[in-house]
């Protein structure tokens, strides 16, 4: 029987775990080491990359961080601030390794929850929450082809922000992008992230986080952060203002992210997770995705029951209305240091 050594990763092992990652269908590109960095720089959070290896092979990655905080929860994810995470295995005694490690960690540390951000669910008897779908289509080589398979509604709006004179441009610096995402998080109710959070992103991923902007006339007014992974676009973090709304400008941007991904050979177009009931989830059914449910694993430890930390919360409500009412430059001065207690 094969033994299996698990281990934490460090800066020496940061090359050979991002081949595992690339070379693993079950990673994601929320299994790089760089979320590591960006975790642990932009929100000063604690992380253990666990890996699991025989004959000095990698066959099991599990990147893990705990998010402790006063006002909601002591939690040990995988991974927060991401859509998905969890155990990514080419075998399943490393699998079970690496998971038999968290478990342990998670006691260790006494957190209220372990939580996983899988596609697929590995835990049968845990617990879960029927809360979010995600949306993942495959791209056809030729953009022609993908625009008509837009279904005809939504075509229609895609093609009303060509009419407008719409142009989309790669932007070098998080700038214009970060003006339009505040602004549109604040009109929903939601904190903002912080700057240092978009701008370590940039920094650690490279050309694999690329900032697109739409344009009218010489003015951004909209944009969309999207990750390159493999064969894969994850338009992840995006936002606009009236003129957006006005022009059918957050149509066209998604048209121009999943035309230039094509140009780029990318196969697969990943429009993330939503909620169900929410104006995001029936947005990417219009354009003709299927939601895939997500049912995230969780592990009760030192919690009694998992905290209903989210948006749809009737108990949430009344602060999303405050929000809303705050002056912009105020949520976008608080607003970071409350997101990074939620993961």
Request: net charge positive; charged share 20%.
């Given at each position: 029987?094969?033994?299996?050594?698990?281990?934490?990763?460090g800066p020496?092992?940061?090359a050979r775990?991002?081949?595992?990652?690339?070379?693993?269908?079950?990673?994601?590109?929320f299994?790089?080491a760089?979320?590591?960095?960006?975790?642990e720089?932009?929100?000063?959070?604690?992380?253990?990359?666990?890996?699991?290896?025989?004959?000095?092979?990698?066959q099991?990655v599990l990147?893990?961080a705990q998010?402790?905080?006063?006002?909601?929860?002591n939690?040990?994810?995988?991974?927060?601030?991401?859509?998905?995470?969890?155990?990514?295995a080419l075998?399943?005694g490393?699998?079970a390794?690496?998971?038999?490690a968290?478990?342990?960690l998670?006691?260790?540390?006494?957190v209220?929850?372990?939580?996983?951000r899988?596609l697929?669910?590995?835990?049968?008897d845990?617990?879960?929450?029927d809360?979010?779908a995600t949306?993942?289509k495959?791209?056809?080589?030729?953009?022609?082809?993908?625009l008509?398979?837009?279904?005809r509604?939504?075509?229609?709006?895609v093609?009303?922000g060509?009419?407008?004179?719409l142009?989309?441009?790669?932007?070098?610096?998080?700038?214009?992008?970060?003006?339009?995402?505040a602004?549109s998080?604040?009109?929903l109710g939601?904190?903002?992230?912080?700057r240092?959070y978009?701008?370590?992103?940039?920094?650690t991923?490279?050309?694999d986080?690329?900032?697109l902007?739409?344009?009218?006339?010489?003015?951004?007014?909209?944009?969309?952060?999207?990750?390159?992974?493999?064969?894969?676009i994850?338009p992840?973090?995006g936002?606009?203002g009236?003129a957006a709304?006005?022009?059918?400008g957050n149509?066209f941007?998604?048209?121009?992210?999943m035309r230039?991904?094509?140009?780029?050979?990318?196969?697969?177009?990943?429009?993330?997770?939503?909620k169900?009931?929410t104006g995001a989830?029936?947005?990417?059914?219009?354009?003709?995705?299927?939601?895939?449910?997500?049912r995230?694993?969780?592990q009760?430890h030192r919690g009694?029951?998992?905290?209903?930390?989210q948006?749809?919360?009737p108990?949430?409500?009344?602060?999303?209305?405050?929000w809303?009412?705050?002056?912009?430059?105020?949520?976008?001065?608080?607003?970071?240091h409350i997101?990074r207690?939620?993961?």
């Amino acid at each position: 029987m094969m033994q299996w050594s698990v281990k934490q990763m460090g800066p020496q092992d940061h090359a050979r775990w991002d081949a595992f990652v690339q070379r693993c269908p079950d990673a994601t590109f929320f299994h790089r080491a760089g979320w590591q960095r960006v975790i642990e720089t932009a929100f000063g959070h604690p992380t253990w990359y666990l890996y699991a290896e025989a004959a000095g092979q990698i066959q099991a990655v599990l990147p893990l961080a705990q998010v402790n905080s006063r006002l909601f929860g002591n939690t040990l994810c995988s991974l927060p601030f991401c859509v998905y995470g969890g155990v990514a295995a080419l075998e399943e005694g490393a699998a079970a390794a690496v998971d038999q490690a968290a478990q342990q960690l998670a006691r260790r540390l006494r957190v209220d929850h372990l939580e996983y951000r899988q596609l697929q669910s590995i835990h049968a008897d845990w617990l879960h929450k029927d809360l979010y779908a995600t949306f993942r289509k495959p791209l056809a080589a030729d953009p022609e082809q993908n625009l008509l398979a837009i279904p005809r509604k939504q075509r229609a709006m895609v093609r009303k922000g060509m009419a407008a004179g719409l142009s989309s441009v790669i932007d070098a610096d998080t700038d214009r992008f970060y003006a339009n995402y505040a602004t549109s998080v604040h009109r929903l109710g939601t904190p903002v992230f912080s700057r240092r959070y978009f701008r370590t992103l940039q920094q650690t991923f490279g050309d694999d986080c690329e900032i697109l902007s739409v344009q009218h006339g010489d003015r951004a007014i909209c944009s969309v952060l999207s990750f390159h992974f493999r064969d894969e676009i994850l338009p992840y973090y995006g936002g606009g203002g009236e003129a957006a709304r006005v022009h059918a400008g957050n149509d066209f941007m998604y048209w121009e992210v999943m035309r230039r991904a094509t140009e780029r050979g990318r196969r697969l177009f990943d429009f993330g997770r939503s909620k169900y009931g929410t104006g995001a989830f029936a947005f990417k059914k219009n354009w003709g995705f299927e939601p895939q449910p997500l049912r995230y694993d969780y592990q009760l430890h030192r919690g009694k029951q998992l905290k209903d930390v989210q948006p749809l919360n009737p108990r949430l409500q009344l602060l999303i209305r405050a929000w809303r009412m705050l002056p912009l430059s105020l949520a976008n001065a608080i607003g970071p240091h409350i997101v990074r207690q939620l993961g």
